[in-house]
C-alpha cells in the first residue's frame, strides 16, 4: 500500500531542450542535461487508443465518418448517399460534406474527457492544416449530417453531447457534464436545423417569426378551437409570446382564454400537447402566473376582482390540461402557481368574491392528482410523461367501461381472472343505454385481449419445458428471438424494422398464412412478460416476411421503453390474430360517445318496432322520381317530358310511380319505399335478389331530392358504409353511373380505374384543394412537414449503420472506437500475412481473427475451378441451390384479401418501387463499406466496393459455408461481459466462441452509440407525424363536407368517427349490413343522423368473432341488422333472383329461404358443354389431412378432382374466367395452387367460400373438404356458410365432398334429399363427348379423366399436320384445325458436314450442332473437346499455363487466360531498413516506385522497464520510437481492483469504473478520482437502534443482534438479524448448505445469519462479526471470506466500511497531488502556453488542445506532468515547425515527413511518459534540431562546393538523415561536421567564404542597396537606380522576383548580408541619401 499512496516522482525544470535552428550558430546543446523526466512511468490507459492504423486511402478515395464508422468510396458524385428526396445536399444542409479536420483528435488525458482518436461523435470543420493526425497517417474527413458545426481554426467548443472517456465510456455512454469544455448538449430538438434543399417549402422559405398580439388573439377567440389550437402549435411566435416575464393583466387573461378555447379541440390532441408543451417550459407558467394570482389579493377596484372567478377557472382548467398531458414532467413546473392559487382564493372569498363550487372542485381535483403524482414519483413508478392517471387495474361490474383501458393489463396478462361481461341481448330490448354501450364495449374488448391473455398465461406455464418452440398454442401465434433493428420513417409516424427467427416458421407460406397482416396486434417482451411492448404490424410484404423481417409500430406507451432496445436485445413475440385496429377505434370511439348523442335508440336499445318517418318528411313532401324511371343505355326522349319532372308526395304510397315504370320488381318496389319513408329501415337481399340494385335505386332517389334532406347551412353527404372493398367499389360504380361528381371513397386499395379519382389521397392531389384550405392549416402544414423532412434526413443515416450491422460482420475500422487499445493492438498485430500489410484495405484482420477470412479458405484458383467445374461449366450459386420450379396459379390469398380490406389506401406504408429499390441500393452501398462480409449477395464480400480482384480466390461453396457461419453466430445472443473483456490481453489465444462473444460485445456497444445517437430524431419526427395525422384529418374534413356521397369502409368508418362527427352525414346506408358488428355500425352513427337503411342478408355470412365462446354463448356475432330482424322489427325481403338456373335455386328455396322465385332471364340459360349434368355433387370417402399451421383443413383427392375437372371444362372451350373453384378452407386453398399451373389455368378464379359472398360466375367447382371418421363437419354445418357457397353459379354447379357424412347435418340432409330425387348426386359425374355425342365417360377420381386426355372421348383424332406428321392427340374438341397444334415427332434434320442431326422436336426451330468433338487448339496446340459448331479459336483452353512471367516464374493461370499480373510466389527481398523478408514476388515491382513494405523482424531491444520489446521493426519506426512495453501489471491498486495498465514502475489511478454505492446512490466517477460522500441521512434502522448520522459518516448505532421475526416464502422462520435483509436460505429446507462449518459457530442453536448483498454468500453472524472488526493493518476493503468479492453495500458492517472508504480517499488525495500544488502549476504552465506564439501559430491545434487540457477540472500531479512533458515537445516541434523556411524549399518535404511522425508519436495516448518513450522522442527532436540547423548552414550551395566540404555535408546528412537510432555517438560525429562546416562556411548564411562574397559584389560593382533575395533566399541583384522596373522568376525555385513601378515584390526582401545595406537603392530613406556611408559621415 505504501507504493500506491507515495509522493509521485519530482519533475526537472526545462524539458526536451529548446536547441533550435536559431541557435544553433552560438552552440549546440548538451544531450541528456535538458531531459524531460518521466513523471509516473504511466502509459496508455484503458480505453484510449493508441492511434495506430495500418490501412491508407487508395488514391481518389475520400473517407467519411458516422460515428465511429469510416465510410470510403471513390471519390465521385454517384456513390454519395442521396437525401430522402433525392436531391444531392450541400451547404448548409450538412449532409455529406467533405471538410478537413486535423483539430478535433485531441483528447484529455489521466482521467479527463477524451475524445476518441477512432471516431468519436465530433465531426467539425477545419479550415487550417487539411490533416487529421491519426495514427500520423492524414486522412479525409467528412462531415456527417449531424450536428457539423464549422471548426475555421477556432475548436474551442465541442457540440458534443457526449465525450466519451475512453471505450468503457463510450459503452455506457455516460454524459461527461463539466470536463472543462464548453459543450452545447444535443438534447434541444431545435439545434442546427438546415432548410430542406432545393427550395422545397411552401412559398417554401422558413417562416418569419411573427409577434403575437393582442389583437390576433382576440381575433383567435372567435375561431373555432381547431383552428386556435392549429394555430398556435404551429406558430413560431408562441415560444417567444410566452417566454416574456412580465404580462400585463389584461393581456395575460386574453391568454388564458386562449389557451382554454386551444385545449377544448378533441379533433387535434396532439396539436394541444405541442401547445402544451410550450406553455409547459415557458415564464409564462412559471412567472406570470404565480404573480398574476398572487396580486389578485391586493387588487382594490371591486369590478376587476369580481372578473376574477373566470380567470381563475380559466388558470385551473389549463392546469388540468397540462397534468393531463405532461403527469410527470408538469407536477414540479406547476407546484409555484398551485401554492399561491388556494391562498389567493380564501382572500378573495374573504373579501367577498363569488367563488364557485365547480372551481373549487376542479381545484381540489388538481391538487389531489398533484399529490397522486408526488407520491408516484417518490415510489419511483412516474418516469414519463405517457403515465396513465388513475388507470384502474380491475374489471369489476363496478367499473366504467369509459376509464378501462384498451390495452391489456398487467394483472389481465399475469392473473388467469374471468372478465366481468354480459351477453348481446337478442329477444328483447336492453335495459338502458349505458348497458348497452357497456355490453358491446366489454364484449368487443374481450374479443381481442382473451387470445392474448389465454395465450400469454398458458405461455408462462410453458416456460420450463423443453419443446418450448415445436409447442403449438390455441390463441397465439409466437415468434422467437425478435430483434427490433432500425427505425423507418413512414408518413404516419415511425415504424421499426423488426427481425424474427424463421426457422421454426419454415413450413409457413406467407402469401397465404394470416400471420402478420397489417394491423395486427403483437406483444413483445425480454422479461417473460413482466414488462410488454405493444405494437400492430404496419407494413406487411411476402418476401420480407420470409426472411423474417416485418415492420411493427409500436403504441405510445412503448416508446419510453424503447429508448433502450438495441438491435442485439432478443425478444419473445407473440401475436394475436384480431384485426386490432379496428378494435381499438371502434373501442374508443364507444368510450367517446355520449349516451343521449345515440340517434334511434328507441328502435336500437328500446326495440320498439313503430318506426316513424325521418325527421326531414312533412306530408307535403314531394319526391321527384324521373331520373329512376329513366334507362341510362336507353334513348332519353322516348320519355314524355312531364315524367322526367314529375313529383310526388312521398308519403302517399297511392300517387307512387307503378313498379314496371320504376324498372323494379315487387319486392324491390316494397323495399324502395320502406327505404325513403322510414328512418330505419332494413332490407334483406337473398342471393341473386338484388339488394345492390335497390341500394343504388334509393341512393338515386336521395340524391335527386337532395333538396329534401340537406340543409341549406350545412352541407352533408349521404354515408354509404360496406364491410368489404368490392362491395364499396361495386356499390360506388354504381352511383358514378348516375353521379359523377362529388363522391369520396375511403377504404383499402380500390381494383376499380373509375373511382380512383375518388380517393382521399387523389383529391388532396387537387390544385386548387390545397389553395381553397384555410391559411391557418397550409401554415401548419408546412411547418410540420419541414420539420419531419429535416428529421428523416438525420434519422435515415442513423437507421441505415444501424441495419447494415445486422447484415453482416462489420469492418474492424468501423468498431475501433469501440475497442480497447490494448485489443486493438492485440488485434491489428495477430496477423503475420505480407499481402494484409502492403494492402489492408482489401481484407479485413476482424474476419481473419473470427475464422471467416480469406486466408482461411484461399487456395490455388486453378485447382478450385477444376475441382468445382468439372466439365468446366461455370455453374451459378442458383443453380446450385436447386433447380427452377414451374410457375404456378396466382390466387388472391386470404392473407391479401385480408390485408386490402384492413388497409385504409392514405395509410399505404409501402414506397413506390423505384424509392424502395434506391433506399436498398443505398443500404447496399453502405453495407458494402461498413461490412467486412455481407450475409447476402457475398460478391461485394470487401469492405472496398472498388477492389474485388481476391475475390476469385474464395469458391461458391466455401462461400456459402462462411455465410452459414456467420447467419449463427450472429444470431446467438451471448455478449461476452466487459469484466471478462477486461482481463483478455492475446486477443488472438482465445478460442473462436469467445472471439465470436466478444465480437457481439464491440457490436453492442457500436449499435447502442447509434441508438443514442438517433433517438432525438425519432422522438422530434414522431410528434410531428402526429400533428400531420390530426392536420390530414383537418384537410380531410374540408374535403368530406363538400361530398355528396361518402363511401367507407368499415374499417374507414372506425378510423374516421371523428371526421364524421364533425362532417354529420344524415343518411347512413350500410350495405353488407348482416356482416358488420353491431358496435362497428353504432360507432358509425353520430347525433345528427336521421336516416339509417340497413341492406344485407343475413342468412348469408355474419360477422366473424375472434373467440368462438363469445360469438355463440355471448351472441357477439348476431349483427344489428339480425338482432332487429328476431324481435320482429318490420323488414322486407327480395324475393325474386335473378342469378341461378332453376336447378339450382331449389337447393337454396325452400330449406334455407321460404320464398325465393326465379325471374324469367334465368330460365333460358344453355346447358353446361361435355357434361351430361348442369348441377351434380360427386360424393367419397377420402379422408381430409389437417394442416398445422393455420388449423386448416385440407382434401387432395378433393382438389386432384376439382382441378381436373376445371381443366376438362377450359378443353370445352370455356373461357378460364368463366370458371371459379370454391373452397370451404384456405388450407384447401394452398393444395389447389400447387397442382394448378399458370400456364394451363390462367384467367381461373380460385376463393375461399367466405371471400366470395356477392360475387357470382357461370360455372362454379366447389370442395367442401371435410371428411373424417370422427364426422366432425366443423364450420360446413352453419347455414350461413352453406347458403353463400351453394348461390355462387348462374349456368352450372359442380360439387364434391362426403355426403354421407354431411347428411348428419339437418340442412344438408334436406339438400341431398332434393339432389337425390333428381338425380343429381352419385358417385361419378357422367361426361360426354362433343364430337362423339354418344360416348360418355364416368369420372369419380381425378385418375378417371385420363380417359379423356383432351377433354373429349379416349378415340385418337389422326387428323394429318402441315409438316406430314399426324395429330398425336386424343380426340379433343378445342383447336379443331390444328391451328394451335405442336408436333412433337423426332426433327432428324442434318446439322453440319459431319452428319450431326437436329436432336430437337419437329415444332423447334434448329439450332447449332453441340455434340462434342475434340479440336486442336490453334494458339497454343492443346487437343479440347467441345461443341462441334463453336470454332476453336473462341475456345478458352483449360490446360494449366505454362508461360514464363517477367520475374522469371512460371505463370499459374489456365493455357486460355490471361496471365497473372501479380505473381504470387515468395521472395526474400532486403528492405530500406537493411532486414531481409519474404514477400510476394509481385510486390518487389511496387517496391521500386517506393511503395512501403512493413518490415516485419522483430524488434528484440531491450527496454528501459527490462522487457524486450515486443514490436517490429515497422511499429518501432526502425528502433527510434519503440512500441510500448505490454507486459501486465499485476498488481493490487488501493480500491481492490487489479491494475489494468501494463508494465508501470508505479500504478496510475485506477481507470474503471468506480463501484462504490449505498442505499441512495452509485458514485459514477473514474475509481482513481475522490468520491463524493453521501449527504442523505443513513437508512440503517430497526425498531430497537436507528443512526442519526449522514450516510457517509460511521454509524452512531450498535448492530442488533435480536433474531428477525419475518416468514421467508416457504413459510419457515427467517435465520436472519432484526433490521437486516432477510437471507435467501432456509435453515429448514436450505439445512445442509447454512451449517456447513465455516466460522464454527454455524451449527449453534440460536446461530443467526448474515447474507453479504454485494456477492450473496451467507455466513454465521458471530463468526462474520468477529471477521470483520479484525484490524488486519491493510489500506483495503474488507472483503468476502468466500469468494473474495470486496464488501460495500451492507449496513451492518457500514461503520467498518465507511472507516475503510475514508482510509482509501486519503490515498487517492495523496495520488492526486495538494489541490494548491496543481493550481500553481496549471497557472505556471498557462503562463508559458499563453506566452508562446511559435507554437500557437504554427501548431494552432496542438496550442487549442492544451489550453483545454490545462482547463481541466479534475488535473492531478500526474496529468500536470503529462501536459507540462507535452508542452515542452510540442514547442520544441513548433520551433522547428517554424525554422523551416530557413532551409532550401526543396528540403521542406522531407523535413516535414519526420517532423509529423514525431507528431504521430507524441499524439499516441497516454497517462504519462515512460522514461523510453522520453528518450526515444528526445533523440529523435535532437536529430531533427541537428538537421535544420545544417540544412539552414547549407541553403544555397547551389554553386562550386569544394569536394572536401560536400563529403562532411554527405557524411553528416547520412547520419541525420538515416532510420536508425540517434546515439550519442553519432551526436558526436554530427557536432564535427558541423564544426568543420561552421569554419569553411561562416554564419552570413550565403553559403559561401567571406573572400568568394567580396569579389562577388565588387565584380557587379554596384552601390549598396542593389541586392535582393526571393522567398526562398535566393540572392538576385538590380541594376541600375536598384528599384524593380518587372517581375521575373528565380532561376533556383521559379519563386517571383522583381517587381513593377519601382516597388519590390512583397514576397521579397533586401539582402543586406551581400552589402551590409540597411534600405534599397531605390527607397524613401536612399532618396533622403541616408543610406551611404559616407553621406551619413558627412553629416
Not at 322526367?644 to 319505399?673: C, G, I
Not at 445486422?806 to 480497447?820: D, K, N, Q, S
Not at 500489410?837 to 475464422?851: M, N
Not at 483478455?984 to 489465444?989: A, E, S, T
Request: glycine residues 6%; hydrophobic residues 35%.
Amino acid at each position: 500500500m505504501e507504493r500506491a499512496g507515495q509522493e509521485p516522482g519530482s519533475r526537472q525544470p526545462g524539458a526536451a531542450g529548446r536547441g533550435h535552428a536559431d541557435h544553433c550558430d552560438t552552440g549546440f546543446i548538451r544531450r541528456g542535461r535538458n531531459r524531460t523526466n518521466n513523471v509516473s512511468g504511466q502509459v496508455a490507459q484503458f480505453g484510449e487508443s493508441p492511434q495506430a492504423s495500418n490501412y491508407s486511402l487508395l488514391p481518389g478515395q475520400r473517407e467519411e465518418r458516422f460515428g465511429g464508422c469510416v465510410w470510403r468510396g471513390p471519390q465521385s458524385g454517384k456513390n454519395k448517399p442521396r437525401n430522402q428526396g433525392g436531391q444531392a445536399n450541400s451547404g448548409a444542409t450538412g449532409h455529406w460534406n467533405e471538410q478537413e479536420n486535423e483539430g478535433r483528435r485531441m483528447r484529455h488525458l489521466g482521467g479527463q474527457t477524451h475524445e476518441r482518436a477512432r471516431g468519436s461523435w465530433n465531426y467539425q470543420d477545419n479550415e487550417s492544416g487539411g490533416r487529421r493526425y491519426q495514427g500520423g497517417q492524414a486522412h479525409e474527413k467528412t462531415r456527417r449530417p449531424w450536428n457539423e458545426q464549422e471548426n475555421e481554426g477556432r475548436g474551442r467548443r465541442y457540440q458534443c453531447g457526449q465525450s466519451w472517456e475512453g471505450a468503457r465510456e463510450l459503452r455506457n455512454g455516460q454524459e461527461n457534464e463539466g470536463r472543462g469544455r464548453r459543450m452545447q448538449s444535443r438534447e434541444n430538438p431545435h439545434y442546427h436545423q438546415n432548410p430542406a434543399p432545393g427550395g422545397a417549402q411552401l412559398s417554401e422559405q422558413p417562416q418569419q417569426v411573427k409577434r403575437i398580439g393582442y389583437k390576433f388573439l382576440e381575433s383567435l377567440l372567435q375561431k373555432d378551437p381547431s383552428e386556435v389550437v392549429i394555430t398556435l402549435a404551429s406558430s413560431l411566435g408562441l415560444k417567444e409570446l410566452l417566454s416574456q416575464a412580465a404580462m400585463k393583466p389584461n393581456f395575460l387573461q386574453l391568454v388564458c382564454q386562449v389557451l382554454r378555447k386551444a385545449c377544448s379541440s378533441r379533433m387535434d390532441r396532439q396539436s394541444v400537447q405541442q401547445l402544451l408543451g410550450v406553455v409547459k417550459e415557458s415564464n409564462f407558467l412559471r412567472i406570470c402566473l404565480p404573480q398574476y394570482v398572487s396580486d389578485m389579493v391586493t387588487e382594490v377596484v371591486p369590478s376587476v376582482r369580481h372578473q376574477y372567478p373566470v380567470h381563475i377557472s380559466n388558470i385551473i382548467s389549463l392546469l388540468q390540461d397540462l397534468i393531463s398531458v405532461f403527469p410527470a414532467s408538469s407536477v414540479q413546473k406547476i407546484s409555484v402557481l398551485l401554492t399561491v392559487l388556494p391562498a389567493s382564493i380564501s382572500a378573495l372569498r374573504a373579501a367577498g368574491v363569488d367563488i364557485t363550487e365547480e372551481t373549487e372542485k376542479n381545484l381540489n381535483k388538481v391538487q389531489m392528482l398533484v399529490q397522486h403524482l408526488q407520491e408516484k414519483k417518490r415510489e419511483g413508478t412516474l418516469r414519463a410523461d405517457n403515465y396513465t392517471l388513475m388507470q384502474l387495474q380491475t374489471d369489476s361490474p363496478d367499473e366504467s367501461y369509459r376509464t378501462m383501458t384498451i390495452y391489456p393489463t398487467y394483472n389481465e396478462l399475469h392473473r388467469d381472472e374471468k372478465p366481468f361481461l354480459r351477453p348481446n341481448i337478442v329477444s328483447g330490448r336492453y335495459e338502458s343505454t349505458s348497458i348497452y354501450l357497456d355490453t358491446h364495449f366489454r364484449l368487443l374488448r374481450e374479443d381481442f385481449i382473451r387470445p392474448l391473455r389465454e395465450g400469454i398465461w398458458e405461455l408462462l406455464q410453458s416456460f420450463e419445458e423443453k419443446g418450448l418452440r415445436k409447442k403449438k398454442f390455441d390463441d397465439i401465434r409466437i415468434y422467437f428471438d425478435t430483434r427490433i433493428i432500425a427505425p423507418l420513417c413512414s408518413p404516419t409516424g415511425i415504424v421499426y424494422k423488426v427481425q424474427f427467427d424463421i426457422k421454426p416458421l419454415k413450413f409457413v407460406r406467407w402469401q397465404n398464412s394470416k400471420r402478420l397482416l397489417y394491423g395486427s396486434l403483437v406483444c413483445m417482451s425480454k422479461d417473460h412478460f413482466e414488462t410488454c411492448l405493444f405494437a400492430t404490424v404496419s407494413n406487411r410484404d411476402n418476401a420480407d416476411l420470409a426472411c423474417g423481417i416485418v415492420q411493427l409500430c409500436f403504441n405510445s406507451q412503448s416508446h419510453a421503453l424503447l429508448a433502450q432496445v438495441q438491435p442485439s436485445d432478443s425478444f419473445l413475440m407473440v401475436e394475436t390474430t384480431a384485426y386490432f385496429e379496428a378494435y381499438q377505434h371502434v373501442l374508443e370511439g364507444i368510450q367517446e360517445i355520449q349516451e343521449e348523442d345515440i340517434p334511434f335508440q328507441k328502435y336500437i336499445v328500446e326495440c320498439d318496432t313503430q318506426v316513424k318517418q325521418p325527421a326531414y318528411l312533412t306530408m307535403d313532401t314531394a319526391y321527384n322520381f324521373a331520373p329512376l324511371m329513366e334507362d341510362p343505355l336507353l334513348d332519353k326522349d322516348i320519355y314524355p317530358d312531364g315524367l322526367r319532372t314529375q313529383s310526388v308526395h312521398v308519403l302517399d304510397p297511392k300517387q307512387w310511380p307503378s313498379m314496371e315504370t320504376l324498372r323494379l320488381d315487387e319486392s324491390q318496389m316494397e323495399a324502395l319505399r320502406l327505404a325513403l319513408t322510414k328512418e330505419l329501415a332494413i332490407i334483406q337481399g337473398p342471393p341473386g335478389t338484388g339488394k345492390t340494385y335497390v341500394g343504388l335505386k334509393i341512393v338515386q332517389a336521395l340524391l335527386t331530392n337532395k333538396h329534401v334532406w340537406q340543409s341549406t347551412v350545412q352541407k352533408s353527404p349521404i354515408l354509404i358504409v360496406c364491410y368489404t372493398n368490392h362491395a364499396l367499389d361495386q356499390f360506388l360504380e354504381g352511383i358514378y353511373s348516375f353521379q359523377n361528381h362529388g363522391i369520396v371513397r375511403v377504404g383499402g386499395r380500390s381494383s376499380s380505374e373509375v373511382l380512383k379519382q375518388f380517393t382521399l389521397r387523389e383529391l388532396r392531389k387537387k390544385s386548387q384543394f390545397r389553395l381553397n384550405l384555410p391559411m391557418h392549416l397550409r401554415r401548419a402544414y408546412v411547418n410540420i412537414t419541414n420539420e419531419m423532412k429535416q428529421a428523416e434526413q438525420e434519422l435515415y443515416e442513423g437507421a441505415k449503420h444501424l441495419e447494415c450491422t445486422t447484415y453482416g460482420v462489420l469492418h474492424e475500422r468501423h468498431l475501433e472506437a469501440c475497442i480497447a487499445p490494448q485489443h486493438w493492438d492485440s488485434l491489428m498485430n495477430g496477423l503475420d500475412d505480407e499481402e494484409f500489410y502492403y494492402s489492408a484495405s482489401k481484407h479485413s484482420v476482424i474476419l481473419e481473427w473470427l475464422g471467416l477470412g480469406v486466408t482461411v479458405f484461399t487456395q490455388n484458383p486453378a485447382q478450385n475451378i477444376r475441382a468445382e467445374n468439372p466439365g468446366g461449366h461455370q455453374e451459378t450459386e442458383e443453380e446450385w441451390e436447386g433447380g427452377v420450379e414451374e410457375e404456378l396459379l396466382e390466387i388472391p390469398e386470404e392473407a391479401d384479401l385480408i390485408q386490402a380490406d384492413r388497409v385504409i389506401e392514405d395509410e399505404e406504408a409501402a414506397k413506390p418501387q423505384g424509392r424502395k429499390e434506391e433506399e436498398l441500393r443505398a443500404v447496399n452501398e453502405l453495407a458494402s463499406v461498413l461490412l467486412a462480409i455481407k450475409l447476402e449477395g457475398q460478391e461485394e464480400a470487401t469492405a472496398q466496393p472498388q477492389q474485388k480482384t481476391t475475390q476469385w480466390e474464395v469458391t461458391a461453396a466455401q462461400r456459402k459455408k462462411m455465410k452459414q457461419k456467420m447467419k449463427v453466430e450472429l444470431r446467438k445472443l451471448s455478449a461476452m461481459t466487459e469484466l471478462e473483456a477486461r482481463d483478455i490481453r492475446d486477443l488472438w489465444q482465445l478460442d473462436l466462441s469467445s472471439r465470436w462473444r466478444l465480437y457481439r460485445l464491440w457490436l453492442q456497444t457500436y449499435q447502442g452509440l447509434i441508438r443514442r445517437r438517433i433517438l432525438q430524431h425519432e422522438q422530434q419526427y414522431q410528434a410531428a407525424a402526429e400533428r400531420l395525422t390530426e392536420l390530414r384529418l383537418q384537410e380531410d374534413l374540408c374535403i368530406l363536407k363538400e361530398a355528396q356521397v361518402v363511401g367507407m369502409t368499415t374499417t374507414g368508418a372506425a378510423k374516421y368517427r371523428q371526421i364524421l362527427q364533425k362532417v354529420e352525414p344524415q343518411i347512413i346506408i350500410v350495405e353488407e349490413a348482416a356482416e358488420v358488428l353491431e358496435a362497428h355500425t353504432i360507432t358509425t352513427l353520430g347525433k345528427a343522423s336521421q336516416h339509417l337503411i340497413l341492406i344485407g342478408d343475413h342468412q348469408q355470412l355474419r360477422p366473424s368473432a375472434n373467440v368462438y365462446d363469445l360469438a355463440k354463448n355471448f351472441n357477439l356475432e348476431v349483427s344489428l341488422f339480425e338482432r332487429l330482424v328476431k324481435v320482429n322489427f318490420p323488414f322486407v325481403r327480395l324475393k325474386y333472383q335473378h342469378r341461378m338456373r332453376p336447378e339450382i335455386a331449389q337447393l337454396l328455396s325452400p330449406h334455407i329461404y321460404q320464398e325465393l322465385e326465379n325471374h324469367p332471364s334465368v330460365l333460358t340459360y344453355e346447358n353446361i358443354k361435355g357434361v351430361l349434368a348442369n348441377l351434380f355433387f360427386v360424393e367419397h370417402d377420402f379422408p381430409e389431412q389437417e394442416i398445422q399451421e393455420g388449423k386448416s383443413h385440407q382434401n387432395p383427392h378433393e382438389a386432384q378432382f376439382v382441378v381436373e375437372l376445371c381443366k376438362y371444362l377450359l378443353c370445352q372451350d370455356y373461357l378460364p374466367s368463366q370458371i371459379t373453384i370454391l373452397t370451404t378452407y384456405t388450407g384447401q386453398l394452398f393444395c389447389l395452387r400447387k397442382l394448378m399451373p399458370a400456364k394451363t389455368f390462367a384467367g381461373v378464379k380460385v376463393h375461399v367460400v367466405d371471400k366470395y359472398q356477392g360475387e357470382e360466375n357461370d360455372i362454379i367447382l366447389l370442395s367442401l373438404v371435410r371428411s373424417n371418421k370422427e364426422e366432425r363437419t366443423g364450420f360446413l354445418q352453419i347455414p350461413n356458410r352453406i347458403c353463400v357457397a351453394l348461390s355462387r353459379a348462374r349456368k352450372g354447379l359442380y360439387c364434391i365432398g362426403n355426403m354421407r357424412m354431411l347428411g348428419k347435418v339437418p340442412l344438408w340432409s334436406k339438400i341431398i334429399h332434393t339432389l337425390r330425387e333428381k338425380g343429381h348426386i352419385g358417385h361419378s359425374l357422367a361426361l360426354s363427348c362433343q364430337n362423339h355425342p354418344a360416348t360418355r365417360t364416368l369420372v369419380s377420381t381425378a385418375a378417371d379423366f385420363s380417359k379423356v386426355p383432351e377433354g373429349g372421348c379416349s378415340r385418337p383424332c389422326e387428323f394429318r399436320l402441315s409438316c406430314g406428321h399426324v395429330c398425336m392427340r386424343a380426340c379433343h374438341p378445342y383447336d379443331a384445325q390444328h391451328t394451335e397444334y405442336q408436333c412433337l415427332k423426332p426433327c432428324q434434320k442434318v446439322l453440319c458436314a459431319d452428319g450431326h442431326r437436329c436432336p430437337r422436336s419437329c415444332y423447334e426451330p434448329c439450332g447449332p450442332c453441340m455434340v462434342m468433338v475434340e479440336k486442336t487448339i490453334s494458339k497454343c496446340g492443346h487437343l479440347q473437346m467441345v461443341p462441334c459448331s463453336v470454332p476453336e479459336s473462341e475456345v478458352i483452353c483449360q490446360e494449366p499455363c505454362q508461360k514464363m512471367l517477367n520475374c522469371g516464374h512460371t505463370c499459374n493461370q489456365f493455357c486460355g487466360q490471361e496471365c497473372t499480373k501479380r505473381c504470387p510466389e515468395l521472395v526474400t527481398v532486403t528492405l530500406k531498413c537493411g532486414h531481409n523478408q519474404k514477400v510476394k514476388c509481385w510486390i518487389t515491382e511496387e517496391m521500386k516506385h517506393e511503395k512501403p513494405v512493413e518490415c516485419k523482424t522483430k524488434c528484440s531491444a531491450t527496454l528501459q522497464c527490462g522487457h524486450v520489446c515486443s514490436g517490429s521493426c515497422h511499429t518501432c519506426f526502425e528502433r527510434r520510437f519503440h512500441k510500448p512495453c505490454k507486459s501486465p501489471c499485476k498488481r493490487f491498486l488501493v480500491c481492490s481492483h487489479k491494475c489494468q495498465q501494463p508494465c508501470t514502475t508505479e500504478c496510475p489511478p485506477c481507470q474503471l469504473e468506480c463501484e462504490n454505492h449505498c442505499i441512495h446512490s452509485r458514485c459514477k466517477k473514474k475509481c482513481g478520482e475522490s468520491c463524493f460522500p453521501c449527504a442523505e441521512p443513513c437508512e440503517w434502522r430497526c425498531q430497537h437502534y436507528q443512526c442519526t448520522n449522514l450516510c457517509s459518516e460511521p454509524c452512531n448505532r450498535p448492530r442488533c443482534n435480536t433474531p428477525c421475526a419475518e416468514l421467508l416464502p416457504c413459510g419457515h422462520p427467517c435465520v436472519g438479524l432484526c433490521g437486516e435483509p432477510c437471507p435467501k436460505k432456509c435453515l429448514v429446507c436450505d439445512h445442509e448448505e447454512l451449517t456447513q462449518i465455516f466460522f464454527g459457530f454455524e451449527e449453534d442453536p440460536n446461530a443467526r445469519f448474515v447474507q453479504l448483498e454485494d456477492c450473496g454468500h451467507i455466513f454465521e453472524s458471530q463468526g462474520l462479526d468477529h471477521y470483520m472488526d479484525e484490524d488486519d493493518d491493510v489500506i483495503k476493503l474488507k472483503v468476502c471470506p468466500m469468494c473474495q468479492t470486496p464488501i460495500r453495500k451492507n449496513l451492518r458492517y457500514g461503520t467498518i466500511v465507511k472507516r475503510r472508504l475514508d482510509e482509501i480517499e486519503k490515498v487517492k488525495e495523496k495520488i492526486q497531488g495538494p489541490a494548491q500544488q496543481v493550481e500553481s502549476s496549471r497557472q505556471r504552465l498557462q503562463a508559458a502556453l499563453s506566452g508562446n506564439a511559435v507554437l500557437q501559430r504554427n501548431l494552432p491545434l496542438k496550442y487549442l488542445m492544451l489550453e483545454d487540457k490545462l482547463r481541466a477540472s479534475d488535473l492531478s500531479t500526474r496529468s500536470i506532468g503529462l501536459i507540462e512533458n507535452q508542452l515542452k515537445f510540442y514547442e520544441r516541434v513548433a520551433d522547428l515547425t517554424h525554422s523551416m523556411n530557413k532551409i532550401d524549399a526543396n528540403e521542406r518535404k522531407g523535413l516535414r515527413k519526420k517532423l509529423d511522425e514525431v507528431q504521430e508519436w507524441l499524439d499516441k495516448p497516454r497517462l504519462s511518459f515512460t522514461g523510453q518513450e522520453l528518450s526515444d522522442l528526445q533523440a529523435e527532436v535532437q536529430r531533427l534540431t541537428y538537421l535544420v540547423s545544417l540544412l539552414a548552414r547549407c541553403k544555397g550551395l547551389g554553386w562550386t562546393t569544394p569536394s572536401a566540404l560536400a563529403a562532411v555535408i554527405a557524411s553528416a546528412r547520412e547520419i541525420l538523415e538515416g532510420t536508425k537510432r540517434f546515439t550519442e555517438e553519432d551526436e558526436a560525429a554530427v557536432k564535427a561536421a558541423l564544426e568543420k562546416l561552421r569554419a569553411a562556411l561562416p554564419p552570413s548564411g550565403l553559403g559561401l567564404s567571406e573572400a568568394e562574397r567580396v569579389q562577388i559584389v565588387s565584380a557587379i560593382g554596384c552601390s549598396p542597396g542593389h541586392w535582393f533575395k526571393c522567398q526562398n533566399g535566393h540572392i538576385y541583384v538590380i541594376g541600375e537606380c536598384g528599384g524593380a522596373m518587372e517581375r521575373s522568376t528565380c532561376p533556383e525555385c521559379h519563386a517571383v522576383i522583381g517587381g513593377t513601378n519601382h516597388t519590390l515584390d512583397s514576397s521579397n526582401s533586401l539582402a543586406s548580408e551581400m552589402d551590409g545595406a540597411t534600405h534599397a537603392a531605390w527607397s524613401e530613406t536612399a532618396n533622403n541619401l541616408l543610406n551611404f556611408e559616407d553621406l551619413r559621415r558627412l553629416f
